[in-house]
């Protein structure tokens, strides 16, 4: 039985590693590595290391998806729009 859902999740770690190589828009790789972390929480709850299980969790599910959707909504870079120009800065914000 252990050896079997061992496997299982095993599997399911190197799949979504896969997934999350294999997608390139930044907003759906930032779910897919919120899911791929997820797993590996699995993984290591299966293997008894709850302590790492836990870090992994806060890191990778939670904190580490925020700071990559911030990112990605400060810089733009996640805009399905390719048209999508940056505005010009006023004069106030250019410091003049």
């Known amino acids: ?17 896969v997934c999350v190589v294999l997608t390139h828009d930044p907003l759906r790789q930032t779910v897919v590595n ?13 293997l008894q ?5 836990i870090s992994e969790l806060v890191v990778s599910t939670v904190a580490y998806p925020l700071v ?11 805009t399905r729009d390719p048209q999508r120009k940056r505005r010009a800065p006023s004069d106030s914000e250019a410091g003049r």
């Open 49 to 53: 290391a709850p302590d790492v299980a």
């Open 68 to 78: 990559l959707l911030a990112t990605v909504y400060r810089t733009g870079k996640g």
């Open 1 to 17: 039985m252990t050896t079997a859902l061992l496997v299982v999740v095993l599997t399911a770690v190197g799949v979504l590693g």
């Open 34 to 46: 919120g899911f791929f972390g997820l797993s590996l929480v699995i993984f290591f709850v299966v």
